[in-house]
């Protein structure tokens, strides 16, 4: 199969791999794959391949916000290929291949609520600069059993000896080996999506791991994150397993993170700009933090997207309740690791594995640009456990303080624009309302013995 129309990897892609149909995926604003299955002979054509505008904003309830959020009149918008994003899909038995797409207009301009674009943005300010964002996310998640009825909590899996776990084995192998299987077919999806995988731990709850990707740049890694929640999902339910991403799926346990590595390097793959030449912090690197500082709080919604993702933010239980730094201390939002002066970098530990990779991404990064550009000066770095301390913190604590902090914050339209920020808000709020019609258990338990 081959086309003048595409790249020549792509032709010999279909040549080694004679699937029967192409998955067009489009992350939505919560990073879930959305589009359209295309025939494979249709795909190598140059088919083209439209949704409609809406499809970039769907919400994780199913609703959409008013038209003037996405268009009068529902218009479409063309899935344009990301050919370099091309892979076998490992679950498939050989019969499919997907694509992320991007989302253009009809005008041939970048839809502005697609969250890859918004991510590719960002990138762009960089690249004018002469400079290249490196990333690095860990991502922590849960392997629950079937779970058919939402009323009900997750339950960890029994096993081999027909116990279920309850937790604090961080680090066991023994639980790892548990799910033996389950993580050689992950293995096995991560090499076929071109995912780069590092090491994988049992985390602190019963059931919570934790796997890292090798360092690399920023659009790569959101790719290879988007695809690795899709693959987790469809090789756990394989081994008849519910791998749940929420930020804080089990009371009384950690909760699940997305913790982001972050460094800026020349373009041409230089020297490390957060240290200057005699192997010092580079005052980039304070401008940098003093960004995050400054921005994150009016950007939380991108980090920590639902009602859940705020549960997770609890005190003693190895989750950011600030916006302190600090070298080597996990009490803080912003960690920056000990390491040699060419890896200098800044941890973000606050956005939940919840988070839509590429806009947790472009959060992180616009922020950290944001002080650069305006000079700004970081907080003192603290030492000790500041979990209780007084350590400098202007984090919402729901979503609803999130969203109005985000609203009244001239910051979200500077740098992500006027249109995606009111898609965005409009979406959010169709989730919020859609939980505040729920009642929950806690408010029958305690409320309906009051008079």
């Known amino acids: 199969m081959k086309s003048p129309k595409l790249p020549g990897r792509v032709a010999a892609f279909f040549d080694a791999h004679p699937v029967r149909e192409v998955e067009c995926l489009l992350p939505d604003l919560n990073g879930y794959p959305r589009g359209k299955t295309l025939p494979a002979a249709a795909f190598v054509a140059g088919q083209e391949l439209r949704v409609a505008r809406a499809v970039a904003i769907h919400t994780v309830v199913g609703d959409f916000p008013d038209y ?13 290929p990301d050919y370099e994003s091309l892979r076998p899909v490992p679950w498939s038995g050989g019969r499919r291949a997907l694509a992320i797409h991007d989302g253009r207009d009809l005008d041939g301009k970048p839809t502005a609520i697609a969250s890859r674009n918004v991510l590719k943005g960002v990138l762009a300010r960089y690249a004018a600069r002469g400079w290249r964002p490196i990333v690095a996310p860990e991502l922590e998640f849960y392997l629950f059993a079937a779970n058919p009825d939402p009323e009900r909590p997750f339950t960890p899996p029994p096993a081999r000896c027909g116990r279920r776990e309850v937790g604090h084995s961080a680090f066991s192998f023994s639980v790892l080996n548990e799910f033996s299987g389950f993580f050689d077919d992950l293995h096995d999806a991560l090499d076929a999506l071109g995912i780069d995988g590092d090491t994988f731990v049992h985390e602190l709850g019963p059931s919570q791991f934790e796997i890292n990707l090798r ?44 913790h982001i590595h972050q460094s800026l390097v020349e373009s041409g793959g230089g020297r490390n700009l957060f240290s200057a030449a005699d192997g010092s912090p ?5 401008h940098y933090l003093a960004g995050l500082q400054a921005c994150l709080p009016s950007l939380m919604p991108l980090l920590a997207p639902y009602v859940n993702s ?34 200098r970098r800044v941890e973000n530990r606050l956005p939940g594995c919840d988070a839509n990779p590429y806009l947790a991404l472009a959060a992180s990064l616009a922020a950290g640009l944001y002080g650069v550009e305006r000079g700004l000066a970081p907080s003192a770095p603290v030492e000790g456990n500041v979990f209780l301390g007084d ?5 919402p604590r729901s979503l609803d303080a999130a969203l109005a902090a985000m609203t009244a914050s001239d910051i979200p339209r500077a740098l992500f624009g006027d249109e995606f920020v009111a898609a965005f808000v409009a979406a959010k709020e169709v989730e919020l309302e859609s939980f505040l019609a729920e009642i929950t258990p806690w408010e029958r338990r305690y409320l309906a013995t009051q008079a």
Not at 68 to 80: H, S
Not at 237 to 258: E, I, N, R
Not at 391 to 395: H, K, M
């Open 215 to 258: 360092h690399g740049d920023a659009l790569a890694l959101a790719d290879q994150t988007f695809l690795f929640k899709y693959a987790l999902r469809e090789i756990g339910l394989k081994h008849g397993l519910y791998a749940v991403c929420m930020a804080k799926p089990l009371a009384g346990f950690p909760g699940s993170s997305m």
């Open 310 to 343: 705020y549960r997770r933010f609890t005190r003693h239980m190895a989750a950011p309740v600030n916006l302190a730094w600090g070298w080597d201390n996990r009490s803080v939002g912003l960690r920056a690791p000990l390491t040699d002066p060419g890896a």
């Open 391 to 395: 350590a400098p913190t202007a984090l």
């Open 68 to 80: 003037r959020f996405y268009g009068e009149r529902d218009p479409d918008m063309v899935l344009a």
């Open 282 to 286: 580079s005052a980039l690197f304070g």
